[in-house]
T-cell receptor, first 113, second 116 residues
């Protein structure tokens, strides 16, 4: 069985500060991991994904995430937050041949001026 | 390329009624997945269709059903609506080919269902 835990339902940072959104996964098979972003009144958009190639994955809008097998983590970071980053972020897990993606509960990011 | 479209965007129904939601995937995509999003439960997987066949389903009661047509468009139906069915219903499409596990899903804007 697979599951995803996102630590912190709300995270608040100042503009220009580091963004760190935490995600831990559980999977009995090698996982594929994703980060999606959802802006108000919109669907989800893929930020980045890990598919067993490089452990440090770079995505859109300056975000990146590092896969750490020993910690079963896939935390999302961005060196400098922009006001436009305010949104809800979802970590998700799938696996080889999987037809189902499991999403975490989401973390809402607030960016203060 | 046009994105995933969902109709209607908003719906208000009363308990006991039934509802049908529609999703048109990106042209060329053959896989359509449905999710229910609520503040308390987050995003929960309902089912996934590929070439008119359901390949996987989540843990929802039989009141929730879906189908996919030969043009890949999909509908989901909820019968005997309950207050707890109020949610944002999201549809996502992907190519459905190869290792589906790592294929990116493209989401529509969702249908906001309110059950009174």
């Amino acid at each position: 069985a697979q599951s995803v835990t996102q630590l912190g339902s709300h995270v608040s940072v100042s503009e220009g500060a580091l963004v760190l959104l935490r995600c831990n996964y559980s999977s009995s098979v090698p996982p594929y991991l994703f980060w999606y972003v959802q802006y108000p009144n919109q669907g989800l958009q893929l930020l980045l994904k890990y598919t067993s190639a490089a452990t440090l994955v770079k995505g859109i809008n300056g975000f990146e995430a590092e896969f750490k097998k020993s910690e079963t983590s896939f935390h999302l970071t961005k060196p400098s937050a922009h006001m436009s980053d305010a949104a809800e972020y979802f970590c998700a897990v799938s696996h080889i041949g999987g037809f189902k993606t499991i999403f975490g509960a989401g973390t809402r990011l607030f960016v203060k001026a | 390329k046009a994105g995933v479209t969902q109709t209607p965007r908003y719906l208000i129904k009363t308990r006991g009624q039934q509802v049908t939601l529609s999703c048109s995937p990106i042209s060329g995509h053959r896989s359509v997945s449905w999710y229910q999003q609520t503040p308390g439960q987050g995003l929960q997987f309902l089912f996934e269709y590929f070439s008119e066949t359901q390949r996987n389903k989540g843990n929802f009661p039989g009141r929730f059903s879906g189908r996919q047509f030969s043009n890949s468009r999909s509908e989901m139906n909820v019968s005997t609506l309950e207050l707890g069915d109020s949610a944002l219903y999201l549809c996502a499409s992907s190519s459905g080919m190869g290792d589906q596990g790592h294929n990116e899903q493209f989401f529509g804007p969702g249908t906001r269902l309110t059950v009174l």
